[in-house]
Each structure stands twice: as C-alpha cells, then as structure tokens.
C-alpha cells in the first residue's frame, strides 16, 4: 500500500511528465481533506512536508476516489486517512462503517443460535428494551448476570429461570441478553424447547441424536426457552432434557429458561407427568433439583404485549 504513490511518482518522473505531475498534485492540494489537514497540522508539520510527502497525499486521494467510484480499492473495507508521521503525512487505513457492521453481523451470527425462534428474535437488543416497572427485577438481572459472566467466564454464574404468564415479554428479554453475549463474542444457543423436541424426535431417523444433543449439551449459554409448554414423553424428559441439565450442572455451563410456569408448579404439573399420562415425582424432582442449581427464579409480570 505504501508504494501506490511512489510508484506513480518515480514513474512519471521517468518518463518526464514533469508537467502531468504538477496537474494532479495540483488536484490533491485542492482536495477538501487534504486542504482541512494541512490547516490542522500546519504547526506540527515539516515546512517541506508536502513536498516530502507528495506521494502520501495522491495516494491518499487517489484511493479516495477508487472508494467514492464504487471501485475495490487494495483493502477492501478500509478507508484511508491522513495522519501525522514524524512531523510529515502519512496515510493509514482505518475500516469502513461497512465493514464494522458486516464484522459485527458475521460475529452475531457465528455466535448466536436458535432453534425454533422466528429470524426477527436474533435483532432484539438490550439497548431498545422498553423497561417497566413489572420487568425491572429481571432486566437488571440479566444485566448483572451478563456482566459477571463476561468478566469472569469460566466460573459458574447462576442464570435466571424467568416464569410469568404469556406475552410478558420473558422471551424477548432472554433473546436480548443472548444478543449483547453474542455481540460480545460468546457463543449463546436460544432453544425454544417444543420445537427442539419435535427436532430431536425427528434426528432418531437419520442418527443425528448424539450430535444435536452434544451441540445442546455443550454450548457456553443455553437458553431454555418455554419449558413446560409442550408435554413431554418420558425420553424427551429424562433422556434429552435430563441428559442436558446433568451435562450443565456437572459442568457448571450457564443455563437460562422461561416458562408459563413457576418452578413449583413446572415440577409438580408438568416435569411429574409424562405424556403418558405416568405420574414419577422423584423423576421431576431430581430435574427440578437440577433447574434450581443453574438458574434462580424471577417472576415477570405486566400486560400481554400480543395484544398490541
Ligand atoms: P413471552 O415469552 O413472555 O410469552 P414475548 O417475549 O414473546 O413474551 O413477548 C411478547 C410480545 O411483546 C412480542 O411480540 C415481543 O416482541 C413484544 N415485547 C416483549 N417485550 C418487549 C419489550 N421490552 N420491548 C418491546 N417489545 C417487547
Ligand atoms: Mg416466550
């Protein structure tokens, strides 16, 4: 990159376009930039350096254009500006605003997973959260819970179990904090549970149990989305789910949930009976056992956000 300018100058000089060079460098002084560095650093500056650093500033407004024209110009995504260099110009190469927001779209989408959500959901932010006094307690924990977790992440934070009724908005508050851990650079998986189990009953087929399941088991955050809403057949509770939470807790590996339903009620109505219609307590109780090692409850509340 350094070599742009030069080479054009050592160039022309050889075969005597004297006159020609004079015209374009005529062009880069009349530059706004050029004319509004000059005048910034005018005292910083060598009294030479814009003889000494002709080649710097065609450079720099040669590659200006090649970008204004739509052309790729040598570093794709980058953009140069002046800087100074011991008392004389430099051109240095700084990333477009492009290209922040593609690498930021490309690390979003290489950490954040889901499973059974609608696209949309991996754009709810933190930032655009409507706070009200019904979610307060659990936005500002999941707060907390993000800060100790990325300053800290290899110890076990305890995450949150978020139940409350539906269209609270316990979903969208966990899609948002798998957002920031993401963006972060944290690889969050946000799993609505129905569908994952339809998914894992459907991998029995074609072999792909052990390794959904491993993917599930082992990811750095898992959020356990709508547990409790479906009823579960005995594999799915104790040989999926079971397996997952046993993995988490022996592993210590952060693990959300929401639900419709509070944890005495998940335990007593949901996790003790299976689709069968088998009533186990113990079964459910080990489980919950497992749920309440991962995560602490908060109830949300407010109005259903469906509605409107
Ligand atoms: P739940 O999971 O509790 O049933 P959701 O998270 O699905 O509820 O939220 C219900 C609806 O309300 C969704 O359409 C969601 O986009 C919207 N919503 C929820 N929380 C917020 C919020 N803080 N700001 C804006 N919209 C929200
Ligand atoms: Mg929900």
Redesign the pocket.
Known sequence: MEDVGKEMKRTMESHNLKQQYQEILKSVYADKDVKEFLKINQNRLDKNAVEKSASKLYEFVNEKKKLSNGNVNFAKGYQPTLILNDHLIDVSYQPTKEHLNLERQKKLAKNFKTVGMTAGIKN?NLD?????AD?AVALEASIDFIQSYENNPKSFHKALY?H?????????????VAHRLSDDGFQTLLLHFPSFAVDIKNAINNNQVADKLDSVKKVPVLII??IGADSMSTWIRDDILGVILEYRMQHELPTFF?S?FSMEQLEQEHLSTTSRGDIEPLKAKRLMERIKFLAHPIQ?SGR???NN
């Open positions: 709810v655009d959260y409507d706070q009200t979610r978020l409350g009724p539906f269209g609270v908005g316990k979903t969208y508050l966990l899609a948002a989305d709508d929401s419709n949300v259903n956000r469906r």
